[in-house]
């Protein structure tokens, strides 16, 4: 099965300042969707950006930004000029484009220090 | 468009004691998503339907745990019997069936096993 890691249990930005979210997956398929979720507490998952593989070229949604390396089967998010909105727990998430079925990694919790 | 609904919000149960959770997906979302959420954690995808066909459900503990989709459209999952370690959120979400799109979550059920 595909597994999403995520080696940063929590990261800490000052408000205004850019942050980068580090995210690994492994899989054998070539096929996939890649997306970050952003869970505030008040637990509603919302989709902040997504990636399909096929594609070189990084997504980008306003402030936020994916570095997206499939060799290296890596997926970052960067928050540009943070604000104290972006606090919360967010989630790296993989999907396969066969079976659909998608796994997150465990988490990075983001801190905004204004 | 209405989001995916849940319900209870909130559930606290003695251990040994049976739960029902109900989900009702988005409007023509044929794929379907049971996670448990334990705090601290990412969300663990318990069972996949798609339409009312399971698709997986390698990571749902049967003994004790069932899903069912009746009619493809709403789903409920059950507990019985409850264990201390089953206290989580368990998150529904619903997606189009074809793998790039995004799932979308509901808010979520909060159980407390005592």
């Known amino acids: 099965a595909q597994t999403v890691t995520q080696s940063q249990p929590e990261m800490s930005v000052q408000e205004a300042e850019t942050v980068t979210l580090s995210c690994t997956y492994d899989?054998?398929?070539?096929?996939?969707?890649l997306f970050w979720y952003k869970q505030p507490p008040s637990r509603q998952m919302i989709l902040v950006i997504r990636q399909e593989a096929y594609k070189q070229q990084n997504a980008t949604e306003n402030r936020f930004s994916v570095n997206f390396q499939k060799a290296a089967k890596s997926f970052s998010l960067k928050i540009s000029d943070s604000q104290l909105g972006d606090a919360a727990m967010y989630f790296c998430?993989?999907?396969?484009?066969?079976?659909?079925?998608?796994?997150f990694g465990a988490g990075t919790r983001l801190t905004v220090k204004p | 468009e209405a989001g995916v609904a849940q319900s209870p919000r909130y559930k606290i149960i003695e251990k040994r004691q049976s739960v029902a959770f109900w989900c009702n997906p988005i409007s023509g979302h044929a794929t379907l998503y049971w996670y448990q959420q334990i705090l601290g954690q990412g969300p663990k995808l318990l069972i996949q339907f798609q339409n009312n066909g399971v698709v997986d459900d390698s990571q749902l503990p049967k003994d004790r745990f069932s899903a069912e989709r009746l009619k493809g459209v709403d789903s409920t999952l059950k507990i019985q019997p409850a264990k201390l370690e089953d206290s989580a959120v368990y998150l529904c979400a619903s997606s189009w069936a074809g793998g790039g799109t995004e799932a979308f979550f509901g808010q979520g059920t909060r159980l407390t096993v005592v």
């Open positions: 899989t054998s398929e070539s096929d996939y969707y």
């Open positions: 998430a993989y999907r396969s484009a066969r079976l659909g079925d998608m796994r």
